[in-house]
């Protein structure tokens, strides 16, 4: 009996928590990214990674809206899957949460060669907030997660390269504006999943791109990679090299060696094969190989501190085993960005499969024999052949859809007539979101909203700058007019725009709150306060219900309101925004962590302490944020509370 290649679809019921709705306001500040390196380290650098390390790093998330309205609370939840299998794999993605890889099973012995998170627990660990652990997941933008991580991605089935079945996802990426493509596949009788990866630029000038696929494994296991320096970086923010496997008389291939959260970038040499794979004590695990195009390789731990012990709990749930990630991307580190031509492409092929090797003893004999059995089961010459043969597959029209992403790039593809064979984005998906760009695109103008609500996404891209200054000056789009403004740094014109919009504005808060920010980025905090006090009082006013967006308005402007006021010490202010937030808002964590902090500056330190023993729960925590340990500190003397330590780097003076 031949067993074929299918895809099929799935549902997956899993404890998962909702992801809510997205704060409405514009990110005129990029969240804070940790992964930063201090100047002083530049110079110590290779020429080629420091000019790639100051290449158009990212300044801010617009277009893209942050995802803050997610809680932790989980029940049971249907999921959309697609499970793509033949007699030797089966793999299970999530189209509708970034095109995530959750699970890839070896049938034959039954084994997850993934990290499954048996939930789906969103943490603000994305550039726009909102990612969840577990799985292979496909990185692309800028330095960090993804803003695609829990976003829908179009899919749809095309034929593979060998006559099969080859499952395309698909989108466009808003913060690089490059729309990219990803099409697994599984030959028949193959122990290997293939994935070919295209990201195109389809301007008339260079943009800088980005690409990282990371693939969470269990945790204790030994990672192994062909290089014998790595680049370290923790969250002191300091990138130097060390050696493979040991430094400091540590052996940092075992991920529980390490006692703080930590990325090692592997400098694989030229010429060498680019692979990495993760084994297990009796040597099974997985191993991920590419073409060369894909030249770097990682390893990200959590580390065995209490810190990244309370990251990996709060991340699933109780009684789950523990995670790291090995990692493929671009450049040599992820604090790289490369640069794309006009009108060009850059392609790759990955495969991804079970592997066995001895992962203990010296490290060259290690790499030998594991580089010599990965020749045996996958030689590099097939992977070579194996993206050949894909490469003209890469522009074959997609077949049946299984999955809808996005409306964005089909606006894109309107507004620039472009063609992208291979990645359809039609008129179909269009939606709301869209609707008002699309009038401003064919008239000229940008309608006014029929009824009261929040502004909708503004898009900053050049070319739709340069329409919303020659649309009639309405509020509407002297508001997003300056949001485009601010996204390309002429922060004084923006500044105008806003104030042109204040006297015809039938909703003053949107503008006062981007003034409010503008004070705030211009030293004046102060001046910040009263804008932000002015707005939220608006904002209340105008408020028309209590539905998901308006209270996503309210609690986001509310929390940015009571943050410039606080830092003013103007706590009877902050008081009384406090008292007009809905009673469920302020029972969120983050709500009651701006209370503590609040009965603090008001001089009741005994209630500021009774809120953190009465317990509560940051939904939207950073990555590297220490709020919470700066506030405990502020209280007394005592040990932080190991449910309050996230902190990911050792002390420092």
Partial sequence: MVIVTTIRRDVLTLPAAELGTDNPLPPLRPLDEVHRIEDRDRGDLPRDMARQLGYEPLRSLLPVRVRDGYGRVREPRAVDALVIENDRLRATVLPGLGGRVVSLVQLPSGRELLYRNPVFQPANFALNGAWYSGGIEWNIGATGHTTLSCAPLHAARVPAPDGGQMLRLWEWERLRDLPFQVDLWLPDGSDFLYVGVRIRNPHERPVPTYWWSNIAVPEECRVLAPAEEAWHFGYERRLHRVPVPSYDGIDRTYPLNSPYAADYFYEVPDGRRRWIAALDADGHGLVQTSTDALRGRKLFVWGSGPGGRRWQEWLTEPGTGGYCEIQAGLARTQLEHVRLEAESEVSWLEAYGPFDAPPRGEWPSVLRTAEARLETALPRADVDAAYAAWKPCADTEPGERLATGSGWGALEVLRGDLKLPGTPFDE?????????????????????????????????????????????????????????????????????????????????WPLLRCLAVADQESGHHERAADRYA?????????????????????????????????RVRRAAQARAVWERLLPAVRERGRFRLLEAELLLVEGRREEARAVFDDGFEVADLREGDETIGRLWARLGDD???????????????
Avoid: I, N
């Fill in 534 to 566: 002015e707005a939220f009082d608006d904002l209340c006013q105008e408020r028309r219900d209590d539905g998901g967006l308006w209270t996503a308005a309210t609690a986001a402007l509310g929390r940015e309101t009571l943050h410039a006021l606080l």
């Fill in 428 to 508: 179909a998906t269009l939606g709301d979101a869209q609707t008002p760009w699309l009038e401003l695109l064919r008239s000229g103008s940008l309608p006014e909203p029929r009824r009261v609500r929040p502004p909708g996404q503004t898009l900053v891209a050049a070319h739709w700058r340069d329409m919303l200054e020659t649309a009639p000056a309405t509020p509407l789009t002297e508001y997003h007019l300056g949001v485009a403004q601010w996204h390309s740094g002429d922060r004084a014109q923006a500044v105008r725009s806003w104030e042109r919009a204040l006297p015809l504005a039938p909703s003053l």
């Fill in 639 to 653: 040990p932080l509370p190991g449910r309050h330590d996230f902190r990911m780097r050792p002390d420092t003076p």
